[in-house]
């Protein structure tokens, strides 16, 4: 019997009880949010699917495409040794990854509630995000630079033997 | 029955080129992210017990329902609040570029061809709803609470708190289902090994249909230990910009971008972070002027003056207060021992102190402090900050002061304190 579980389900039968468990306590769970007095109709659930759908399918295309765009763009420097797509990658990943996280504050999304919690407006968050985001590019362009102009050095010197 | 052919694009595994997706950079960035969800979450539940939700008006949760986390909340070490939710939120923080590239590192099996292969196929990828959903859900919720950002329907805690339940769950069957592939992964290929080939010896892992690894692999243009300093780097950046926050001192000034950072750095001996405003919370000076009392009540009842509580023997202490949303402050707080106001009115021993604000809403508006928290000795109605009066926005004429506690159980514009028998 439990063989031919296993051949129609596709797994062992511990692989069903596990999910069965699991998904009964995740349903649980969604079910004591949807109590309409803390959650408005199915929004709570539009988010919790939603923010898989939108990483899936808008922020992973995006940067995949971005990033495919710069490595076309320098095909004609990575010959040269030093990867030039990586002094991209690395300014782009870090500014990227405080704009993902911190946007409402760089945006100003929520100057009221940020202004009735603490007395201050948001001020300067978007200005320091810029700042930060041109330090960080042109650190890794003055690294860029030091990296190739080294590499050339080496080239032109003749090899002790 | 015969599926047809995968159609082109993603559904394809000849569409994913890069050469470092594998079962080997999966089982990596994997083990590196579940050391930080877990810490994540267990400060969570902490966080929750910490609120002492069976006593009084404390809990925030519909009653009822899984809260499997409820003990009585100590008064010792001072920094315990502030400590547990400076890594809850700082940890959440710094991994998100992480759950990033675990996902990044699994992205062609959303697109697996066929879709549903089987029942125990179909079962999985639905609990991977509630694994990617769920954890996506779980840092967005928390990263925008945090900068006070609500640009949904539902009820904040209530959700960020069952999010978890539906995240973790999925988590304890996708780890348990997943470990035999994360040990083969590693038997293979070893754990370090592949993190010492540079960029010109970085090979893609062997192709196996649906292994991850890509069947036709690009040439490379990063390496897998640069990929993981890619990551680190981002997760170093947000790190710096945020702990600040939380951790004070010269770091303040370094949290560029985290909500309580270097833009609450103000001068003068009421210039820390407040989590509401006296305007927000309806409270004035008329309010709070020379007719404001303090009535204290156990087995008697006293009215007090702001004269006669600053005529008693204080206490003073530094203590740091600690909000929810992960920042924290330590001040030079004064003020009268909560002790020497409950021998005042003969406080009945064992009791629960029930503490209520004259701010008029508001869920917070009192609290209620368990035994071990009112009768510690740093334990203050607080009267003066720093050497000075309380500010307003600090909680003028008197607020409390408790080692360890929530900052919103803190409460503000104290009007009544009442020691009841538990």
């Known amino acids: 019997m439990i063989a031919g579980l296993r051949r129609r389900y596709g797994a062992s039968p511990w692989h069903l009880a596990g999910h069965l468990v699991a998904l009964g306590l995740a349903a649980y769970a969604v079910s004591r949010v949807l109590d309409p007095r803390y959650s408005r109709g199915l929004n709570v659930v539009v988010w919790l699917v939603g923010g898989a759908v939108v990483h899936d399918l808008v922020l992973v295309p995006a940067y995949s495409v971005l990033d495919a765009f710069a490595r076309r763009a320098l095909a004609h420097r990575a010959a040269r040794g030093v990867p030039a797509i990586n002094h991209l990658r690395f300014p782009a990943a870090i500014s990227g990854a405080l704009l993902l996280v911190y946007f409402p504050l760089v945006f100003a999304r929520a100057d009221g509630n940020y202004f009735r919690a603490t007395g201050h407006h948001v001020t300067g968050f978007g200005t320091r995000w810029l700042a930060i985001t041109g330090g960080l590019f042109a650190v890794s362009g003055l690294v860029y630079l030091v990296r190739v102009r080294a590499r050339r050095a080496r080239a032109h010197r003749p090899r002790a033997r | 029955m015969r599926l047809p052919p995968a159609p082109p694009g993603p559904t394809r595994e000849s569409f994913w080129r890069s050469p470092l997706r594998g079962p080997w950079l999966t089982a990596t960035l994997g083990s590196l992210l579940l050391p930080l969800v877990l810490v994540v979450g267990a400060t969570g539940f902490i966080s929750n017990a910490a609120y002492q939700p069976a006593l009084g008006r404390n809990a925030l949760l519909p009653p009822g329902g899984v809260q499997p986390f409820g003990f009585g909340w100590p008064a010792s070490p001072s920094w315990l609040y502030a400590l547990n939710q ?3 939120v700082t940890v959440g923080i710094v991994a998100v570029p992480l759950l990033l590239a675990k996902l990044w590192s699994v992205a062609p099996r959303l697109f697996a061809w066929p879709p549903v292969r089987d029942p125990a196929h179909a079962i999985e990828r639905l609990s991977l709803v509630g694994l990617v959903g769920g954890a996506i859900f779980e840092f967005v919720t928390g990263i925008l609470n945090a900068q006070l950002y609500y640009p949904w329907h539902f009820n904040f805690v209530v959700a960020h708190y069952y999010g978890a339940w539906v995240f973790l769950a999925a988590l304890a069957i996708h780890v348990t289902i997943k470990l035999p592939v994360m040990i083969r992964a590693w038997r293979g290929r070893g754990v370090l090994a592949p993190l010492r080939a540079d960029l010109e010896h970085t090979l893609s892992e062997p192709y196996e249909p649906g292994s991850l690894a890509p069947p036709q692999p690009a040439a ?34 370094l949290a560029l971008l985290a909500p309580r950072g270097q833009s609450i750095v103000d001068d003068g001996p009421n210039g820390f972070a407040v989590n509401k405003t006296a305007a927000t919370a309806g409270v004035t000076r008329r309010a709070t002027g020379p007719d404001w009392r303090l009535t204290i009540a156990g087995a008697e009842r006293r009215v007090l003056s702001r004269q006669e509580l600053l005529a008693m023997q204080q206490g003073e202490h530094d203590l740091p207060i600690a909000c929810v949303e992960g920042w924290s402050t330590t001040q030079h707080w004064s003020g009268v021992p909560l002790r020497d106001l409950a021998a005042l009115i003969q406080a009945p021993p064992g009791s629960v102190l029930r503490v209520e604000s004259l701010q008029p809403h508001g869920v917070l508006r009192r609290a209620t402090l368990g035994e071990a928290q009112h009768t510690d000795e740093r334990a203050l109605l607080a009267l003066r900050v720093n050497g000075v009066d309380l500010s307003l926005d600090h909680g003028y004429p008197a607020r409390i002061i408790v080692p360890a506690l929530p900052g919103v159980h803190c409460t503000k514009w104290v009007t009544t304190l009442t020691w009841v028998r538990s």
């Open chain 2, 86 to 88: 400076g890594v809850h």
């Open chain 2, 220 to 253: 490379p243009t990063i390496s897998r230990r640069g990929l993981l300093a890619l990551v680190g780097s981002a997760s170093a950046g947000l790190l710096v910009v945020t702990v600040g926050q939380s951790a004070g001192g010269p770091l303040r000034r």
